[in-house]
């Protein structure tokens, strides 16, 4: 998933043990294993629910067990039955446990027999965690309803009974029916000229862990972007799309150059609706990405290299629980920043990087002291304590030193091997530190002690000499702000004609919270912030704004925040306004225009932050 900066899912923020059995899964994979799901959904957009009918195939590990125990979370299950090579199907018995309001319903089905195959039906819930239901008018075009799939971390039991646990891989094949006029497309391979005749079918041969397991289907439209890659989004936003992510076939062969070949076939991206709350989902073979990346001038394409990436760190290679989330992330994010140097230079690489450094040195010193560990202790962490930017950018932080410590192809030979060793695995912290201590750290003596490895994964804060890359540019700007904002040097002088967005990103984050009034109107008589569609420029322009007491950037504010569901990009705008009860009724007058147009974690988010600044007006 792209940064948790765009706040993350509840589960992801709990780190847990690497025991065989994930203590966010019900299941028991050391008795059984799922190693194959046949699928079949019908989509009811009236009633918002899939029909359903999963077919689990069975790898019997303990030959006492006789009972499969699943995840599932608010299905209404009408039968279970096992069914046997010829195809015969026979009743079994079930219990549907109470639901917890975590880990949802336990469902243990008595398996005396240990069939090859079982076979539930059911529907889901209008209100599935893991399943997005948007009217018309949540969607870009407003012509067509829209449903999307978020699994990460355990909400794929919420659509499908299955062992929802990262630890636990299987294939899928899926039968999927929807209205005409309605694409579908699924975290498989998709056909990009598949007519729109309400049938579609997938299959994915490789195994997945099931929170990849994704299904998305709407008025959605394809543009070709390479022989392996394709656009799908709304039609009125398909050719932005499809301009912005043109450089797909040569991101995936310069990931391919350093990593080794792409293994999952087609690589296909998917806009979402501009209510979708996130950044950006890495779904096999169709990544889910926020509209918010759509700017015109492809700076902020990061988000596609770093779902690409996760094709090899994440899909190929898998957390096996999330306590070893930074398994996932924090190497995606190195990879994601070779990718972006590669094609667009070290300059966006290095400031995109400080840009993630800067926010975790702010953040890390507040954080509980286990919170501050790549891989956690077990158990003494509960869903507070954001793991978030230490997964991503500690992690990354991590690879970069060892690659400055053993050289770049040394490393990146390193980092190839161990793709190719756990491929289509899932593997715990300590599984990847076995092989780096033979395979980079003993092979290439007195470049690395252990003692330092082992500080960087189960230390807190950050090694005192952790590198920090170089930005000549972002020390300039540090330079010019402090002038400007000393009265030294007029707005109009600021060196700013140039600046890409990570560098307007790193000159605002560098303002003062509460900006003297008269020193932001300089700026936008001479720059022109107000109203810009660079959503990762504006959200940061508004909140100084604001904070400063500048009125007429409000009505721009209130486009910005009704124009965009990101969490990331909404919430500091809302917050900024709350602070005083003038603003406080101006963000609410906006959010009742908005919030048809917002996800339910959106509107969520946002009332939970109306109800405590009304506190704190009193």
Do not use: C
């Not at 490789?206 to 656009?231: F, K, M, N, Q, W």
């Not at 966006?348 to 975790?360: G, P, R």
């Amino acid at each position: 998933m792209f940064p948790l900066r765009t706040l993350a899912l509840g589960a992801l923020l709990l780190p847990v043990a690497a025991f065989a059995n994930d203590p966010y899964s019900y299941a028991q994979p050391d008795e059984v294993r799922v190693s194959h799901l046949d699928l079949q959904l019908k989509l009811d957009f009236a009633q918002r629910q899939l029909d359903g009918q999963a077919t689990l195939t069975l790898d019997w590990k303990d030959p006492k067990a006789t009972n499969l125990v699943l995840d599932t979370r608010d299905l209404n299950i009408s039968s279970v039955e096992s069914v046997d090579a010829s195809g015969k199907t026979t009743a079994l018995k079930y219990v549907l446990g109470a639901r917890d309001k975590q880990l949802g319903s336990k469902l243990t089905i008595q398996t005396l027999q240990r069939p090859h195959e079982v076979r539930i039906v059911y529907t889901t819930s209008p209100a599935a965690s893991g399943l997005q239901w948007l009217p018309p008018a949540q969607t870009a075009d407003k012509k067509q309803p829209f449903m999307f799939s978020q699994s990460e971390s355990i909400h794929a039991r919420s659509w499908v009974p299955l062992q929802d646990s990262p630890a636990i891989r299987f294939t899928y094949d899926a039968h999927v029916t929807a209205p005409q006029d309605t694409r579908v497309a699924m975290s498989a391979p998709n056909d990009p000229k598949h007519p729109l005749n309400g049938d579609f079918s997938f299959n994915q041969t490789h195994p997945i862990p099931s929170y990849l397991l994704a299904i998305a289907a709407g008025g959605l439209d394809v543009r070709e972007t390479g022989p392996r890659s394709a656009v799908y989004a709304e039609p009125s936003v398909v050719g932005k799309a499809a301009h912005e992510f043109e450089d797909t076939e040569k991101m995936i062969e310069t990931a391919e150059k350093l990593y080794g070949p792409y293994r999952w076939g087609r690589y296909d991206i998917l806009v979402l609706p501009p209510s979708f709350p996130y950044g950006g989902m890495e779904n096999p073979n169709m990544t889910f990405a926020t509209p918010t990346v759509l700017v015109g001038d492809k700076s902020l394409v990061s988000l596609v290299a770093h779902e690409l990436a996760h094709s090899w760190s994440g899909n190929l290679v898998t957390a096996a629980s999330w306590r070893d989330i930074w398994l996932n992330e924090g190497v995606t994010t190195y990879v994601q920043g070779r990718i972006t140097e590669a094609l667009y230079g070290k300059r966006q690489a290095d400031e995109e990087a400080l840009l993630d450094i800067h926010t975790l040195q702010k953040e890390i010193g507040s954080m509980p002291a286990n919170s501050q560990r790549l891989a956690p202790k077990p158990g003494a962490v509960d869903a507070d304590d954001s793991l978030s930017d230490v997964a991503y950018t500690k992690g990354s932080w991590f690879l970069r030193t060892l690659e400055q410590r053993f050289g770049r192809d040394t490393f990146d030979n390193y980092l190839k091997s161990y793709f190719n060793h756990f491929a289509f695995q899932s593997i715990t912290t300590e599984q990847m530190l076995s092989f780096l201590k033979p395979n980079l750290i003993d092979k290439y003596p007195g470049k690395m002690s252990w003692a330092e490895v082992q500080d960087w994964v189960y230390g807190t804060g950050i090694p005192k000499n952790a590198p920090i890359p170089d930005s000549p540019r972002f020390d300039n700007i540090d330079k010019e702000r402090s002038a400007f904002l000393a009265g030294t040097l007029t707005a109009g002088k600021l060196d700013a004609k140039d600046w890409n967005t990570q560098e307007w990103m790193y000159f605002l984050n560098g303002l003062p919270d509460v900006p003297p009034l008269d020193k932001i109107q300089a700026i936008d008589a001479a720059w022109h912030l107000t109203g810009t569609p660079n959503a990762e420029i504006g959200m940061r322009w508004y909140v100084h704004a604001v904070a400063a007491g500048d009125k007429a950037v409000w009505p721009a504010a209130a486009e910005h925040m009704t124009r965009i569901g990101r969490l990331y990009l909404t919430m500091p705008v809302y917050a900024a306004l709350s602070k005083t009860p003038e603003g406080l009724a101006y963000a609410e007058q906006v959010y009742a225009k908005a919030k048809d147009g917002y996800h339910p974690l959106t509107q969520q988010a946002v009332e939970a932050l109306f109800a405590k600044a009304k506190a704190g007006h009193h």
